[in-house]
Protein backbone atom coordinates (compact mmCIF):
# COMPACT_ATOMS: atom_id res chain seq x y z
CA UNK A 1 0.00 0.00 0.00
CA UNK A 2 1.40 3.37 -0.80
CA UNK A 3 1.82 5.85 1.85
CA UNK A 4 -1.19 8.77 1.86
CA UNK A 5 0.23 11.97 0.68
CA UNK A 6 0.81 14.95 3.08
CA UNK A 7 1.38 18.75 2.75
CA UNK A 8 4.10 20.42 4.17
CA UNK A 9 4.92 24.11 3.90
CA UNK A 10 4.90 24.60 0.21
CA UNK A 11 4.76 20.80 -1.36
CA UNK A 12 3.35 17.62 -0.98
CA UNK A 13 5.04 14.67 0.35
CA UNK A 14 4.16 10.72 0.89
CA UNK A 15 3.02 10.98 4.62
CA UNK A 16 6.21 8.00 5.28
CA UNK A 17 8.69 10.38 4.03
CA UNK A 18 7.60 13.12 6.04
CA UNK A 19 9.93 15.13 7.99
CA UNK A 20 10.43 18.31 9.82
CA UNK A 21 14.01 19.94 10.81
CA UNK A 22 14.44 18.96 14.51
CA UNK A 23 15.00 22.56 15.53
CA UNK A 24 11.38 23.26 15.13
CA UNK A 25 9.27 25.19 17.95
CA UNK A 26 7.14 22.30 18.52
CA UNK A 27 9.44 19.97 20.02
CA UNK A 28 11.36 22.43 21.85
CA UNK A 29 9.08 24.33 23.48
CA UNK A 30 5.57 22.77 22.68
CA UNK A 31 4.43 25.77 20.84
CA UNK A 32 2.21 25.51 17.77
CA UNK A 33 -1.80 25.02 16.98
CA UNK A 34 -3.65 22.74 15.43
CA UNK A 35 -7.48 21.53 14.30
CA UNK A 36 -9.15 18.16 13.23
CA UNK A 37 -12.45 17.88 10.84
CA UNK A 38 -13.54 14.85 9.28
CA UNK A 39 -13.61 13.81 5.50
CA UNK A 40 -17.15 12.07 4.33
CA UNK A 41 -17.79 10.97 0.97
CA UNK A 42 -15.76 14.11 -0.38
CA UNK A 43 -18.06 16.46 1.64
CA UNK A 44 -16.29 18.19 5.16
CA UNK A 45 -18.74 19.00 7.41
CA UNK A 46 -18.55 22.64 8.99
CA UNK A 47 -15.47 23.09 7.11
CA UNK A 48 -15.64 26.96 7.46
CA UNK A 49 -16.63 26.65 11.49
CA UNK A 50 -12.81 24.39 11.46
CA UNK A 51 -11.07 26.84 9.68
CA UNK A 52 -12.56 30.07 11.67
CA UNK A 53 -10.68 28.54 14.38
CA UNK A 54 -7.67 27.34 13.14
CA UNK A 55 -6.62 31.04 12.21
CA UNK A 56 -8.45 32.07 15.69
CA UNK A 57 -5.80 29.62 17.11
CA UNK A 58 -2.83 31.03 15.11
CA UNK A 59 -3.75 34.55 15.73
CA UNK A 60 -3.96 33.79 19.30
CA UNK A 61 -0.49 31.85 19.29
CA UNK A 62 0.47 34.88 16.85
CA UNK A 63 1.91 32.46 14.36
CA UNK A 64 1.47 33.15 10.45
CA UNK A 65 -0.36 31.11 8.20
CA UNK A 66 1.42 31.23 4.96
CA UNK A 67 -1.43 30.51 2.82
CA UNK A 68 -4.93 31.98 2.78
CA UNK A 69 -8.54 30.64 3.33
CA UNK A 70 -9.32 29.56 -0.13
CA UNK A 71 -5.45 27.99 -0.82
CA UNK A 72 -5.88 26.32 2.18
CA UNK A 73 -9.02 24.39 1.17
CA UNK A 74 -7.50 24.12 -2.38
CA UNK A 75 -4.58 21.87 -0.70
CA UNK A 76 -6.86 20.23 1.67
CA UNK A 77 -9.02 18.99 -1.31
CA UNK A 78 -6.20 17.99 -3.32
CA UNK A 79 -5.10 15.35 -0.59
CA UNK A 80 -9.05 14.19 -0.61
CA UNK A 81 -9.04 13.71 -4.17
CA UNK A 82 -5.53 12.29 -4.39
CA UNK A 83 -5.77 9.97 -0.92
CA UNK A 84 -9.24 8.97 -2.12
CA UNK A 85 -10.12 7.25 1.15
CA UNK A 86 -14.11 8.53 0.90
CA UNK A 87 -13.93 8.52 4.79
CA UNK A 88 -10.80 10.35 6.60
CA UNK A 89 -9.65 12.73 9.15
CA UNK A 90 -7.85 15.96 7.99
CA UNK A 91 -5.55 17.95 10.18
CA UNK A 92 -4.09 20.87 10.38
CA UNK A 93 -0.66 21.47 12.20
CA UNK A 94 1.15 24.77 12.55
CA UNK A 95 4.15 25.27 14.85
CA UNK A 96 6.28 27.61 16.15
CA UNK A 97 8.46 26.66 13.03
CA UNK A 98 12.29 26.43 12.43
CA UNK A 99 13.88 28.42 15.23
CA UNK A 100 17.35 29.72 15.78
CA UNK A 101 17.48 29.64 19.58
CA UNK A 102 14.64 26.88 20.37
CA UNK A 103 12.84 29.87 21.98
CA UNK A 104 11.16 32.35 19.86
CA UNK A 105 8.79 31.41 17.55
CA UNK A 106 9.94 32.13 13.83
CA UNK A 107 8.35 31.25 10.41
CA UNK A 108 6.10 28.64 11.12
CA UNK A 109 5.52 25.26 9.70
CA UNK A 110 2.67 24.16 7.97
CA UNK A 111 1.35 21.06 8.15
CA UNK A 112 -1.82 19.06 6.19
CA UNK A 113 -2.40 15.64 6.88
CA UNK A 114 -5.22 12.84 5.57
CA UNK A 115 -5.34 9.37 7.50
CA UNK A 116 -8.05 6.81 7.64
CA UNK A 117 -10.63 7.72 9.56
CA UNK A 118 -10.79 5.20 12.57
CA UNK A 119 -14.19 5.05 14.81
CA UNK A 120 -13.01 6.10 18.29
CA UNK A 121 -13.21 2.27 20.10
CA UNK A 122 -15.92 2.91 22.78
CA UNK A 123 -19.17 1.87 23.22
CA UNK A 124 -21.82 4.78 21.75
CA UNK A 125 -25.02 2.54 22.88
CA UNK A 126 -23.73 2.08 26.54
CA UNK A 127 -21.91 5.06 27.17
CA UNK A 128 -18.51 5.90 28.94
CA UNK A 129 -16.80 6.80 31.90
CA UNK A 130 -14.67 10.18 32.65
CA UNK A 131 -12.49 10.98 35.80
CA UNK A 132 -12.28 14.00 37.33
CA UNK A 133 -8.95 16.08 37.36
CA UNK A 134 -7.82 19.53 38.38
CA UNK A 135 -6.31 21.33 36.04
CA UNK A 136 -6.89 24.82 33.48
CA UNK A 137 -5.50 24.98 30.63
CA UNK A 138 -3.80 27.83 29.31
CA UNK A 139 -5.24 29.81 26.63
CA UNK A 140 -8.22 27.18 26.69
CA UNK A 141 -10.14 28.92 23.71
CA UNK A 142 -6.99 28.29 21.06
CA UNK A 143 -6.07 25.13 19.63
CA UNK A 144 -2.30 24.74 20.92
CA UNK A 145 -0.66 21.55 20.94
CA UNK A 146 -0.31 21.97 24.64
CA UNK A 147 -2.63 18.07 26.20
CA UNK A 148 0.30 17.11 28.48
CA UNK A 149 -2.16 16.37 30.91
CA UNK A 150 -4.29 14.79 28.61
CA UNK A 151 -1.36 12.52 26.91
CA UNK A 152 0.04 11.77 30.50
CA UNK A 153 -3.24 10.54 32.14
CA UNK A 154 -3.90 7.74 29.33
CA UNK A 155 -2.50 5.22 31.75
CA UNK A 156 -4.64 6.07 34.78
CA UNK A 157 -8.08 6.41 32.19
CA UNK A 158 -6.64 2.63 30.84
CA UNK A 159 -6.85 1.07 34.83
CA UNK A 160 -9.99 2.63 35.48
CA UNK A 161 -11.42 2.13 32.52
CA UNK A 162 -12.55 5.74 31.44
CA UNK A 163 -12.20 7.76 27.73
CA UNK A 164 -10.89 10.98 28.81
CA UNK A 165 -10.25 13.19 31.89
CA UNK A 166 -13.19 15.81 32.81
CA UNK A 167 -11.21 19.24 33.48
CA UNK A 168 -12.05 21.26 36.57
CA UNK A 169 -11.11 23.90 38.65
CA UNK A 170 -11.91 26.07 41.44
CA UNK A 171 -15.05 24.56 41.69
CA UNK A 172 -16.10 25.07 37.98
CA UNK A 173 -16.11 22.23 35.09
CA UNK A 174 -14.83 22.97 32.12
CA UNK A 175 -14.15 20.19 29.41
CA UNK A 176 -12.59 16.97 28.69
CA UNK A 177 -8.91 16.64 27.30
CA UNK A 178 -11.02 16.61 23.83
CA UNK A 179 -14.14 17.02 24.31
CA UNK A 180 -17.38 19.71 25.07
CA UNK A 181 -19.31 18.20 28.24
CA UNK A 182 -22.74 19.06 28.48
CA UNK A 183 -25.41 18.18 31.36
CA UNK A 184 -29.64 17.37 31.56
CA UNK A 185 -30.93 18.72 34.35
CA UNK A 186 -34.93 19.10 34.00
CA UNK A 187 -35.29 18.92 30.67
CA UNK A 188 -33.02 21.59 30.05
CA UNK A 189 -29.42 21.38 28.62
CA UNK A 190 -26.65 23.36 30.52
CA UNK A 191 -23.34 23.64 28.98
CA UNK A 192 -19.80 25.68 30.36
CA UNK A 193 -19.68 28.76 28.68
CA UNK A 194 -16.46 29.80 29.15
CA UNK A 195 -12.74 28.77 29.68
CA UNK A 196 -13.18 25.93 27.34
CA UNK A 197 -12.43 25.31 23.42
CA UNK A 198 -15.28 25.99 21.57
CA UNK A 199 -15.95 22.85 19.87
CA UNK A 200 -17.31 22.91 16.62
CA UNK A 201 -19.74 19.95 17.41
CA UNK A 202 -20.50 21.87 20.62
CA UNK A 203 -22.02 24.82 18.76
CA UNK A 204 -23.93 22.80 15.71
CA UNK A 205 -25.59 20.80 18.85
CA UNK A 206 -26.20 23.94 20.50
CA UNK A 207 -27.84 25.15 17.28
CA UNK A 208 -29.94 22.52 16.79
CA UNK A 209 -31.00 21.28 20.66
CA UNK A 210 -32.27 25.06 20.66
CA UNK A 211 -34.87 24.50 18.16
CA UNK A 212 -36.61 21.52 20.97
CA UNK A 213 -34.83 22.21 24.36
CA UNK A 214 -34.12 25.16 26.57
CA UNK A 215 -30.21 25.72 26.64
CA UNK A 216 -27.62 27.61 28.85
CA UNK A 217 -24.05 28.20 28.54
CA UNK A 218 -22.83 29.13 31.94
CA UNK A 219 -20.31 28.19 34.80
CA UNK A 220 -21.11 24.86 35.70
CA UNK A 221 -20.21 23.74 39.60
CA UNK A 222 -18.60 20.64 39.90
CA UNK A 223 -21.47 19.19 41.94
CA UNK A 224 -24.05 19.46 39.48
CA UNK A 225 -22.62 16.58 37.35
CA UNK A 226 -23.93 14.11 40.39
CA UNK A 227 -27.05 15.52 40.62
CA UNK A 228 -27.72 16.02 36.65
CA UNK A 229 -30.16 13.73 34.71
CA UNK A 230 -27.96 13.07 31.71
CA UNK A 231 -24.69 14.07 30.81
CA UNK A 232 -23.12 13.69 27.29
CA UNK A 233 -19.68 14.85 25.78
CA UNK A 234 -19.46 16.32 22.12
CA UNK A 235 -16.18 16.46 19.50
CA UNK A 236 -15.44 15.94 15.80
CA UNK A 237 -14.97 12.21 16.39
CA UNK A 238 -17.69 11.83 18.98
CA UNK A 239 -20.58 13.69 17.74
CA UNK A 240 -22.71 13.14 20.85
CA UNK A 241 -21.72 10.26 23.61
CA UNK A 242 -23.25 9.45 26.50
CA UNK A 243 -21.43 9.58 29.86
CA UNK A 244 -22.40 7.55 32.42
CA UNK A 245 -20.13 7.30 35.02
CA UNK A 246 -17.73 10.46 36.73
CA UNK A 247 -15.35 8.71 38.97
CA UNK A 248 -16.92 6.04 40.81
CA UNK A 249 -19.95 8.03 40.81
CA UNK A 250 -22.92 6.47 38.85
CA UNK A 251 -24.84 9.39 36.09
CA UNK A 252 -28.58 8.90 37.05
CA UNK A 253 -29.46 4.66 36.63
CA UNK A 254 -26.39 4.43 34.48
CA UNK A 255 -27.33 4.06 31.12
CA UNK A 256 -27.99 6.73 28.51
CA UNK A 257 -31.11 9.22 29.21
CA UNK A 258 -33.81 9.70 26.42
CA UNK A 259 -32.68 13.24 25.67
CA UNK A 260 -29.34 12.56 25.20
CA UNK A 261 -30.39 9.18 22.88
CA UNK A 262 -32.53 11.95 20.73
CA UNK A 263 -29.70 14.27 20.19
CA UNK A 264 -27.80 11.67 19.14
CA UNK A 265 -30.14 10.57 16.61
CA UNK A 266 -31.10 14.05 15.80
CA UNK A 267 -27.26 15.01 15.48
CA UNK A 268 -26.51 12.31 13.29
CA UNK A 269 -29.35 13.34 10.65
CA UNK A 270 -28.52 16.90 11.12
CA UNK A 271 -24.77 16.01 9.27
CA UNK A 272 -26.05 13.55 7.01
CA UNK A 273 -28.22 16.58 5.57
CA UNK A 274 -25.56 18.70 5.28
CA UNK A 275 -23.56 16.48 3.72
CA UNK A 276 -26.24 16.25 1.01
CA UNK A 277 -26.71 20.04 0.48
CA UNK A 278 -23.00 21.39 0.17
CA UNK B 1 31.47 26.35 8.40
CA UNK B 2 30.23 22.83 8.85
CA UNK B 3 27.38 22.18 10.14
CA UNK B 4 27.67 20.74 13.97
CA UNK B 5 26.95 17.05 14.66
CA UNK B 6 23.56 15.80 16.86
CA UNK B 7 23.02 12.62 17.71
CA UNK B 8 18.95 11.00 17.05
CA UNK B 9 18.49 7.58 18.62
CA UNK B 10 21.30 5.17 16.81
CA UNK B 11 23.24 7.82 14.65
CA UNK B 12 25.49 11.04 14.82
CA UNK B 13 23.98 13.31 12.15
CA UNK B 14 24.85 16.65 10.31
CA UNK B 15 22.49 19.17 12.90
CA UNK B 16 21.44 21.15 9.64
CA UNK B 17 20.10 17.85 7.53
CA UNK B 18 18.62 16.42 11.11
CA UNK B 19 15.00 15.70 10.55
CA UNK B 20 11.74 13.72 12.51
CA UNK B 21 9.30 12.11 11.14
CA UNK B 22 5.96 14.11 11.19
CA UNK B 23 4.12 12.10 13.32
CA UNK B 24 6.64 12.94 16.51
CA UNK B 25 4.10 13.36 19.73
CA UNK B 26 6.01 16.26 20.25
CA UNK B 27 4.58 18.13 17.45
CA UNK B 28 1.11 16.91 17.89
CA UNK B 29 0.28 17.33 21.59
CA UNK B 30 3.99 19.18 23.25
CA UNK B 31 4.84 15.77 24.88
CA UNK B 32 8.53 15.40 25.64
CA UNK B 33 11.17 16.34 28.05
CA UNK B 34 13.93 17.84 27.88
CA UNK B 35 17.39 18.89 29.73
CA UNK B 36 20.24 21.64 29.04
CA UNK B 37 23.66 21.74 30.41
CA UNK B 38 27.47 23.67 29.62
CA UNK B 39 30.18 22.52 28.35
CA UNK B 40 33.37 24.98 29.52
CA UNK B 41 36.53 24.09 27.95
CA UNK B 42 35.28 20.06 27.61
CA UNK B 43 34.05 20.34 30.47
CA UNK B 44 30.26 20.05 31.86
CA UNK B 45 29.99 21.15 35.15
CA UNK B 46 27.38 19.47 37.61
CA UNK B 47 26.37 16.61 34.44
CA UNK B 48 25.71 13.85 37.24
CA UNK B 49 22.88 16.41 38.53
CA UNK B 50 21.57 17.54 34.94
CA UNK B 51 21.60 13.46 33.43
CA UNK B 52 20.03 12.49 36.98
CA UNK B 53 17.12 15.06 36.37
CA UNK B 54 16.53 14.30 32.60
CA UNK B 55 16.06 10.51 33.79
CA UNK B 56 13.70 11.29 36.31
CA UNK B 57 11.87 13.68 33.79
CA UNK B 58 11.85 11.14 31.56
CA UNK B 59 10.26 8.82 34.07
CA UNK B 60 8.07 11.57 35.18
CA UNK B 61 6.48 11.37 31.95
CA UNK B 62 6.98 7.63 31.36
CA UNK B 63 9.24 7.71 28.59
CA UNK B 64 12.07 5.06 28.04
CA UNK B 65 15.34 6.25 27.53
CA UNK B 66 16.71 3.94 25.10
CA UNK B 67 20.75 4.88 26.39
CA UNK B 68 21.45 3.88 29.38
CA UNK B 69 23.72 6.75 31.69
CA UNK B 70 26.77 5.51 30.38
CA UNK B 71 26.03 5.25 27.05
CA UNK B 72 24.50 8.82 27.08
CA UNK B 73 28.02 10.15 28.30
CA UNK B 74 29.97 8.54 25.51
CA UNK B 75 27.51 10.21 22.88
CA UNK B 76 27.56 13.46 24.58
CA UNK B 77 31.59 13.28 24.93
CA UNK B 78 31.58 12.68 21.59
CA UNK B 79 29.87 15.37 20.07
CA UNK B 80 31.48 17.30 22.31
CA UNK B 81 35.34 16.43 20.74
CA UNK B 82 33.86 16.28 16.97
CA UNK B 83 32.54 19.91 17.35
CA UNK B 84 35.00 21.07 19.31
CA UNK B 85 33.26 24.34 20.56
CA UNK B 86 34.99 24.73 23.88
CA UNK B 87 32.56 27.24 25.00
CA UNK B 88 28.60 25.12 23.95
CA UNK B 89 25.08 23.56 25.01
CA UNK B 90 24.14 20.46 25.40
CA UNK B 91 20.51 19.72 24.63
CA UNK B 92 19.19 16.29 25.34
CA UNK B 93 15.52 15.91 24.25
CA UNK B 94 13.26 13.27 24.28
CA UNK B 95 10.20 13.14 22.46
CA UNK B 96 6.95 10.55 22.81
CA UNK B 97 8.19 9.02 19.22
CA UNK B 98 6.75 8.94 16.33
CA UNK B 99 2.98 7.62 17.18
CA UNK B 100 0.48 5.52 14.80
CA UNK B 101 -2.78 7.45 16.39
CA UNK B 102 -0.88 11.33 16.88
CA UNK B 103 -2.04 10.57 20.76
CA UNK B 104 -0.46 7.67 22.40
CA UNK B 105 3.54 7.91 23.26
CA UNK B 106 5.78 4.95 21.86
CA UNK B 107 8.86 4.23 21.51
CA UNK B 108 10.62 7.88 22.23
CA UNK B 109 12.64 9.52 19.75
CA UNK B 110 16.13 11.09 21.82
CA UNK B 111 17.97 13.83 20.30
CA UNK B 112 20.88 15.47 22.19
CA UNK B 113 21.92 18.80 20.42
CA UNK B 114 25.25 20.47 20.72
CA UNK B 115 25.34 24.02 19.94
CA UNK B 116 28.05 26.80 20.80
CA UNK B 117 27.02 28.96 23.67
CA UNK B 118 25.93 32.29 23.44
CA UNK B 119 25.94 34.17 26.70
CA UNK B 120 21.99 36.21 27.11
CA UNK B 121 21.82 39.20 26.30
CA UNK B 122 21.07 41.29 28.98
CA UNK B 123 22.96 42.96 31.88
CA UNK B 124 24.51 41.21 34.94
CA UNK B 125 25.86 44.30 36.13
CA UNK B 126 22.59 46.38 36.44
CA UNK B 127 20.25 43.86 36.92
CA UNK B 128 16.95 42.82 35.04
CA UNK B 129 13.33 43.41 35.24
CA UNK B 130 10.65 40.92 35.23
CA UNK B 131 6.93 40.22 35.38
CA UNK B 132 4.18 38.28 37.24
CA UNK B 133 2.23 36.47 35.63
CA UNK B 134 -0.60 33.91 37.35
CA UNK B 135 0.13 30.52 36.35
CA UNK B 136 0.68 27.21 37.44
CA UNK B 137 2.96 24.84 35.55
CA UNK B 138 1.40 21.25 35.10
CA UNK B 139 4.00 18.50 36.81
CA UNK B 140 6.18 21.13 37.61
CA UNK B 141 9.13 19.10 39.61
CA UNK B 142 9.54 17.76 35.45
CA UNK B 143 11.23 19.58 32.85
CA UNK B 144 8.36 18.81 30.16
CA UNK B 145 8.50 20.54 26.38
CA UNK B 146 5.57 22.53 27.48
CA UNK B 147 6.63 26.35 27.49
CA UNK B 148 3.13 27.66 25.98
CA UNK B 149 3.34 30.73 28.71
CA UNK B 150 6.71 31.63 28.17
CA UNK B 151 7.07 31.62 25.03
CA UNK B 152 3.51 33.17 24.11
CA UNK B 153 4.53 36.13 26.65
CA UNK B 154 7.95 36.56 24.54
CA UNK B 155 6.15 40.07 23.21
CA UNK B 156 4.76 41.17 26.20
CA UNK B 157 8.30 40.65 28.27
CA UNK B 158 9.83 42.58 25.17
CA UNK B 159 7.69 45.22 25.49
CA UNK B 160 7.84 45.74 28.93
CA UNK B 161 12.11 45.50 29.17
CA UNK B 162 11.45 41.94 31.21
CA UNK B 163 13.18 39.29 30.58
CA UNK B 164 11.20 36.54 32.23
CA UNK B 165 7.32 36.16 34.00
CA UNK B 166 7.52 35.23 37.07
CA UNK B 167 5.40 32.60 38.54
CA UNK B 168 2.67 33.19 40.68
CA UNK B 169 -0.46 30.80 41.81
CA UNK B 170 -2.75 31.34 45.35
CA UNK B 171 -0.68 34.56 46.23
CA UNK B 172 2.26 31.99 46.11
CA UNK B 173 5.41 32.36 43.80
CA UNK B 174 6.89 29.61 42.34
CA UNK B 175 9.69 29.98 39.28
CA UNK B 176 9.96 32.22 36.36
CA UNK B 177 9.44 30.53 33.09
CA UNK B 178 13.00 28.95 32.74
CA UNK B 179 14.80 30.03 36.21
CA UNK B 180 14.60 29.75 39.96
CA UNK B 181 14.07 32.60 42.10
CA UNK B 182 15.63 33.86 45.53
CA UNK B 183 15.04 36.32 47.69
CA UNK B 184 17.31 38.31 50.48
CA UNK B 185 15.52 39.42 53.57
CA UNK B 186 17.81 40.98 56.85
CA UNK B 187 20.48 38.16 55.50
CA UNK B 188 18.61 35.26 55.40
CA UNK B 189 18.14 33.80 51.36
CA UNK B 190 14.68 32.42 51.16
CA UNK B 191 13.55 30.61 48.11
CA UNK B 192 10.07 28.71 47.18
CA UNK B 193 10.51 24.66 48.27
CA UNK B 194 7.94 23.01 45.98
CA UNK B 195 5.77 23.39 42.72
CA UNK B 196 8.74 24.22 41.13
CA UNK B 197 11.54 22.39 38.14
CA UNK B 198 14.55 21.62 41.01
CA UNK B 199 17.06 23.60 39.33
CA UNK B 200 20.97 22.80 39.43
CA UNK B 201 21.87 25.74 39.97
CA UNK B 202 19.56 26.38 42.12
CA UNK B 203 20.84 23.53 44.18
CA UNK B 204 24.65 24.33 43.83
CA UNK B 205 23.66 27.51 45.02
CA UNK B 206 21.87 26.24 48.38
CA UNK B 207 24.90 24.42 48.78
CA UNK B 208 27.18 27.17 48.55
CA UNK B 209 25.43 29.89 50.21
CA UNK B 210 24.55 27.98 52.99
CA UNK B 211 28.27 27.83 54.07
CA UNK B 212 27.57 31.45 54.94
CA UNK B 213 24.04 32.23 55.04
CA UNK B 214 20.37 30.84 56.86
CA UNK B 215 18.78 29.53 53.85
CA UNK B 216 14.76 28.55 54.02
CA UNK B 217 12.75 26.76 51.68
CA UNK B 218 9.29 27.12 51.70
CA UNK B 219 6.44 28.63 50.40
CA UNK B 220 6.76 32.39 49.17
CA UNK B 221 4.18 34.70 49.13
CA UNK B 222 3.94 37.11 46.83
CA UNK B 223 4.05 39.90 49.04
CA UNK B 224 7.11 39.14 50.28
CA UNK B 225 8.53 40.05 47.06
CA UNK B 226 8.21 43.94 47.18
CA UNK B 227 9.46 43.70 50.96
CA UNK B 228 12.66 41.92 49.61
CA UNK B 229 16.24 43.40 50.34
CA UNK B 230 17.30 41.75 47.33
CA UNK B 231 15.63 39.29 44.65
CA UNK B 232 18.12 37.07 42.21
CA UNK B 233 17.13 34.40 39.71
CA UNK B 234 18.90 31.22 39.29
CA UNK B 235 19.73 28.97 36.23
CA UNK B 236 22.31 27.23 33.50
CA UNK B 237 22.79 29.94 31.69
CA UNK B 238 22.27 33.31 33.99
CA UNK B 239 23.79 31.59 36.72
CA UNK B 240 22.89 34.29 39.40
CA UNK B 241 21.17 36.95 38.06
CA UNK B 242 19.66 40.12 40.07
CA UNK B 243 16.11 41.22 39.65
CA UNK B 244 15.77 44.52 40.43
CA UNK B 245 12.36 45.58 39.62
CA UNK B 246 9.34 43.56 39.35
CA UNK B 247 6.37 45.00 37.02
CA UNK B 248 6.39 48.42 37.72
CA UNK B 249 7.73 47.81 41.39
CA UNK B 250 11.23 48.43 41.82
CA UNK B 251 12.77 46.23 44.23
CA UNK B 252 15.24 47.76 47.52
CA UNK B 253 16.86 50.63 46.28
CA UNK B 254 16.99 49.28 42.66
CA UNK B 255 20.54 47.84 42.48
CA UNK B 256 21.82 44.41 43.06
CA UNK B 257 22.16 44.17 46.68
CA UNK B 258 25.62 42.96 48.07
CA UNK B 259 24.18 39.77 49.06
CA UNK B 260 23.75 39.19 45.27
CA UNK B 261 27.02 40.72 44.12
CA UNK B 262 28.79 38.42 47.07
CA UNK B 263 27.26 34.92 45.41
CA UNK B 264 27.26 35.72 42.27
CA UNK B 265 31.35 36.15 42.44
CA UNK B 266 31.71 33.00 44.90
CA UNK B 267 29.39 30.96 42.61
CA UNK B 268 31.43 31.83 39.38
CA UNK B 269 34.58 30.50 41.82
CA UNK B 270 32.34 27.23 42.49
CA UNK B 271 32.10 26.72 38.99
CA UNK B 272 35.29 27.23 38.01
CA UNK B 273 37.10 25.05 41.02
CA UNK B 274 34.82 22.16 39.84
CA UNK B 275 35.96 22.58 36.37
CA UNK B 276 39.72 22.11 37.13
CA UNK B 277 38.95 19.22 39.72
CA UNK B 278 36.90 17.33 37.18
Redo the contacts between chains.
Keep these: MTSPL ?1 F ?1 NDHFES ?1 SE ?5 S ?9 V ?1 DYCREIGGRVPFLEDYLDRFYRSAAG ?2 LDVSLNREQLKEKIFYLLKENGFANSGI ?1 I ?1 L ?2 GDTDD ?4 VRPNL ?1 I ?1 NIPYHAPDISFDRGVKLILFE ?2 R ?2 PEFK ?9 L ?2 LLKSKGAVEPLYHFNGILSETARANIFLVKNGEIITPGKGILFGVTRKHLIKMAGETFNIEERDVRLDEIFSADEVFMTGTSKHVLPVIQMDDEVIADGSPGPVTVRLMEEFSSYVNERLIKI
Excluded at 18 to 22: G, L, P, T, Y
Excluded at 102 to 105: A, G, M, S, V
Design positions: CIYARVHVDLALHRGYGFLRKLTGFYQPLFYQFLSINYLPGVWQP
